[in-house]
């Protein structure tokens, strides 16, 4: 920390490797930043918020698939459904999308 001419401490934040972060990550940094302040700021500080952001990007998309997949199996949303009738197929992956989306947004992203 150096101090700047009116002696107001100037904080230097330090070099965090940068990891690209994905809309799950923006969501909850989202919801640090509105709900979660001190927590937010913390990582900020101690230069760990790109690392934390990261991690639950990747923990969020690996669920949303793993929800996904287990969705597509267990109504029998198949790649014939899509071919035969892919109205039908669009609104049934846009129901389990939208479910998924649910799951993960209270399981990881807003907790």
Not at 30 to 55: D, E, F, H, I, P
Not at 62 to 67: A, G, M, P, Q
């Amino acid at each position: 920390m150096r101090r700047l001419a009116n002696n107001l401490p100037s904080l230097i934040l330090s070099n965090e490797e940068s990891k690209p972060i994905g809309i799950w990550g923006q969501r909850h940094a989202r919801y640090l930043k509105q709900n979660r302040k001190v927590l937010y700021m913390n990582l900020l500080t101690s230069g760990k918020l790109n690392a934390y952001l990261a991690n639950i990007d990747k923990q969020a998309q690996e669920r949303f698939e793993r929800l996904m997949e287990g969705m597509k199996q267990t109504q029998g949303i198949t790649e014939q459904l899509k071919a035969e009738n892919a109205l039908e197929w669009v609104g049934r992956m846009n129901n389990i999308r939208a479910c998924a989306m649910e799951i993960v947004n209270e399981e990881i992203i807003y907790t």
